[in-house]
């Protein structure tokens, strides 16, 4: 269809764009409650990596009985004094070998090489740029934690570096330079310490961890990459209602279109595949020359083109 809004479309019948579906079902009986939802994270957080899949598809299914707030929780200041007891870890090189054991153990593809010869100083730098990204977008906010993971994760780009958080924010179409410099005033420090205040408050102490928190200041804390219906339940318990219930999941076009890029297991968290199946379903479900079909550290992923 024309992108021109006023046009119509002889073979669909349709005036504007309706876009991909012919016939949805709809649900005009919002949810009465809404209860907030705290996911208390850190960008260089592993397993909030792996996490990602699960999250996705519970905010997709289900994110309408709850605010999403991100919440940074300062994993890394620096490395003087710093050390891991429970991981083994006590210098920069520690945190390679545990990166790639939470890759291979998720299918979230970890790189990890950084850590031996271009180390993250802190996780403080792309925790303020988030801050103030989320500011001024709460949505693009968490683009920007997206991409961020994709870099430093998948890609192995140190995102404790200037000018690759300038290079991440200026893909997002905004202006990476003036967005890392106020990150690094006052503004930006103030922002991340009251994020680091609230989850003191919230009783937090690793990452991930997610408190859903009712209208009655009562709620729910899991700690840990969980599977789905651990939040589902921890839902159910702050609203007092059984069933939920959960949102059509997007079509993979749509799905897509919205994060540009998604690795196999995402894939399958989504749409209920086993990895064998995840090829044919995307060669189904999307035109040959909307994306392009990719490989990293042994693990397939689509990009949109």
């Known amino acids: 269809m024309s992108n021109n809004p006023m046009a119509c479309d002889i073979t669909t019948g349709v005036c504007g764009d309706a876009g991909d579906d012919v016939m949805e079902i709809i649900d005009l009986n919002l949810p009465q409650k809404k209860v907030n939802l705290y996911y208390v994270t850190d960008p260089i957080c592993s397993h909030c990596w792996a996490l990602e899949p699960v999250i996705r598809r519970f905010e997709v299914q289900y994110g309408q009985y709850f605010k999403f707030h991100t919440v940074v929780g300062g994993l890394l200041k620096g490395w003087d004094g710093f050390a891991d007891v429970k991981n083994g870890i006590g210098k920069p090189s520690d945190v390679a070998g545990h990166w790639r054991e939470v890759g291979e153990h998720s299918r979230m593809p970890i ?3 950084l850590w031996l010869d271009n180390h993250i100083q802190s996780s403080y730098p792309p925790s303020r740029v988030l801050k103030i990204v989320q500011q001024k977008d709460e949505q693009l906010g968490r683009t920007f934690l997206r991409r961020a993971r994709e870099a430093v994760f998948a890609f192995n780009r140190n995102i404790g570096d200037e000018s690759v958080l300038v290079d991440i924010v200026n893909q997002m179409g905004l202006d990476g330079e003036a ?5 690094e005033s006052a503004t930006g420090q103030q922002l991340m310490e009251q994020d680091f205040a609230l989850a003191g408050s919230l009783g937090v102490r690793g990452f991930p961890t997610i408190i859903i928190v009712n209208e009655d200041n009562k709620g729910v804390k899991i700690v840990g990459a969980r599977p789905l219906d ?3 339940q921890a839902l159910e318990q702050a609203l007092g209602t059984q069933p939920l219930q959960a949102k059509t999941i997007p079509t993979l076009t749509k ?6 890029l998604l690795f196999s297991k995402e894939i399958e968290i989504m ?3 086993q990895p064998h199946e995840v090829q044919a379903f995307v060669h189904k479900e999307l035109s040959p020359d909307a994306y392009s079909f990719k490989e990293i550290l042994g693990e397939p992923y689509i990009e949109l083109v």
């Open 179 to 183: 967005i890392v410099r106020e990150a």
């Open 255 to 260: 799905l897509l279109g919205e994060e540009i």
């Open 271 to 273: 749409y209920d595949l």
């Open 230 to 232: 651990n939040y589902v």
């Open 111 to 113: 790189d990890g090489s």
